[in-house]
Each structure stands twice: as C-alpha cells, then as structure tokens.
C-alpha cells in the first residue's frame, strides 16, 4: 500500500532543497583548503572515501573502489607516480592507471580498483603501493584491499546422517549440496511517483549471470523432510538487493536526506556513506524439498525470516506472506552495534522509515494477487514456484516482490547449477 512519505516530503520548500545541497557540496569544497605552505616532509596519502586505508570487500564484489592519491601540501611543479597492486589478491583486482599525474599547484588525483568476482576459500590481502614519487616526497604508507572468502559449509554428522539416509529412500542431495552457479533476471517495477535514487527509479530488467550461491543441508531438516538453506547469495540477489536498498537509503537524494529527518544523523553515527564499501548478503532457509513432484517450498510469513536480534520487528499478525530473506549487512552490524552501546540509538534508527530493511525490500504478500491492494499501474503478478532436478543438479525459483511504494510487483526467475 503506498505510504503517506511522498505526500509529507512534497512540503519540502526550496530553502530546505537549496540548504541539503549545499551541505552535500560542502566537503567537497572544504577538503582542498589545506595551507599550501610547507610544513615538514611533503608525504603522499592513499586514502579510501571514509579517510581510511583499507577496506574489506566481498569476494563476490565487483564495485569499484575510488582511491585519492593526495599530497600534504602543493607543488609548483607537477608529480608523476608510479603505483602497482602486489600480493595473493591481486589478481582479483583491476587498476585503472598504474601512473598518476597530479597537475601543479593541486593536491590530489584519483585511481579506480575494480574486483572481479573470484572463487576464494581463504582471506586474501593486495596492497596498492606508491613505488616510484618525485624527489622529496615520502609515502605515508600503502593502502590494503582484504577479500573476505566464500563461506565453506561442511556437513555435521548428524547432517550427514540425514543425508546417508535420504540417499537410502532414493533422494540424492550430492547432486544439489554445494557451490552453485545461479543465471536469470529481476524484472524491476520502477517508481511513477517517488524518486528514489538514480539506479532504481526507473523500470528495468536486471540480469544474473554466474553468480555464486552456496546451497547447505538446513538444521531444520528431518528424517522425513529435506529441507535446504542457502546461506551465501541466495538465489544470486545480493547485488540486486544491495541496490534497491541503497536507493531508497544513501542513494535516495531526496527523501533520504530531507530536512528534519534523522537520516543523516544515523550515517554519521555508523560512518555510513554513498561510496563506504559495504557487504550484503541474502540468506533463505527452510527451503522444503518435495522428490517425488520435483518441487520447492519457500515462502513463509516475513517474520520468521528476520533475525531474532533485528530491532525494527514487526507483529506477527501484520507479517505478509513473502520469501523469508534474511540480511546480513554491514550497515547493520554497525547499528546494532550501535545499539547495544548506546540503546537510545535504537530510537533515531526507528525514526528513519527507509531504514526498514525487510519492509522496504518486500512489503506486501505474494501468497495471492494483492495487485488492487497497492494500487498498481500494472499487473505483473506471478505465483510463486520452485523447482529442483535431482539428476540435473539444478534448482529454479519464478517468485513476484512488491518494493515498498514501487508501481507493481518486480518478478525474479532464476535457474541454478550445481558447480563440479
């Protein structure tokens, strides 16, 4: 059902627009202020967009990462610098220039780190070094890229039991337990009358091509019912999903960072940012498996998917039928946090709307056509499937979400294979 947001944010007046401009141009003019006087040793910087010099990301990542190459005070002449990414992960990085020229009299240049999405089972480090400078200039230090690897998932005996005795019944999950390799689309509603973000305002058609999904035996499991989980990249959709909620949240230029609101208070707090490397992970359990007609249960009430530490729950009553996601996000561990030290905090985060995760990535039911209920411009409503070939290794799931105050429901359809 559309929300009263878009109506109370209208009343935003050009002073409020013209003063969250203005406080979004601020750093950018206050960070070449530094006296151009020398003052000691001139050093180079390598600095990450939050000030810092090193950053974990996923190894499925493939978001850039902007490095400013800065000086501590300016030159007359201009500085040529030679710079190489070295250790186990490099090869998982791309960089743009291995040669920076930062003009005279300025302070800084900027380099691009690009992942590429790689198999790692271990954590792996790269560090980006300035290896050749203009005489007189020293290195303040070198900036360190940490892949965190996939996640491993080894049976217990007791799964493993499980799983020996489903084999016994002709129901083989060697085939589906594992690393899988998940193809398809998000066909995404887009926005008529809010904007939220450039990146998700319109409609459009995303694909899913070679994400990874690790598919575990789940500790709901019996003797009688297989029951799957997946825990790393449900169903490919931690890009996807990591989107949508930047763009109703650091992406939203508008609502998000409205006068009044304590959006930017809950940013600062957490040292969230726009371009802050922030993990996502979308976990689905209690997948029901059902042999003999090749399909898959895994919808269940939005409620007994949430973590039991979440702390904007909702009542049971109110909880939707939808796909069960849970979100494992960096952002949240610094709230909660947050929290934990400070439980007044919990107050600011309940006041920014768009900080309802599980809301605003599936608020209405999918157990049955809601179309008229949230007044869609479109149809686009589909039942909910899943399916799974045993002697295939594969899995496929069609299922409809409806974004919160998006025109219609968004369709996912994928297919994944089990990697040999």
Partial sequence: ???????????????????????????????DTPDNKYRGENKIQLRLPDGSRSVLIAATSTSPIKVTVRLTSRRTDAVTLQLSLTGEAASSLTLSSKTLTIPAGQLEGEVVITPSAKAVTTQQQAKLSVTSTASGLMVEGDLTITISPFPVWTPTAAQQALIDGYRAKGIDLSTILGYHTVEGSVDWAGFTDYDYGTDIRSKATWRISGATMLVELSDRATADQPVLKFSYNALGLN??????????????????YAEGRS???????????????????????????NASTGTLTFTGKRLSGMPATYPLREEESDSPIVVPFTYESSVWTRVMAKIAAEPTFKEMVETTEEMELYSILSNT???????????????HYVKPEGRIDLKKGTLSFTFPFHGHNSDYYSVVKVTSQQRK
Avoid: Q
Avoid at 4 to 28: E, K, Q, V
Avoid at 365 to 379: K, L, N, P, S, V
């Fill in 365 to 379: 039911g999918i157990d049955e056509d809601r179309t008229a209920e949230i007044e869609a411009t479109e149809g």
């Fill in 1 to 31: 059902m559309k929300t009263s947001l878009y109506h109370r944010l209208r009343s935003i007046g050009a002073i409020g627009l013209f003063s969250l401009l203005l406080l979004a141009l601020l750093p950018s003019c206050a960070k």
């Fill in 239 to 256: 890009d996807i999903y990591k989107k949508l909620w930047d763009g109703y949240t650091v992406d939203n230029l508008l609502y998000f």
């Fill in 263 to 289: 959006s930017l208070e809950v940013m600062k707090a957490i040292n969230w940012t726009r371009s802050s490397a922030e993990t996502f992970n979308v976990v689905l359990d209690n997948v029901r498996v």
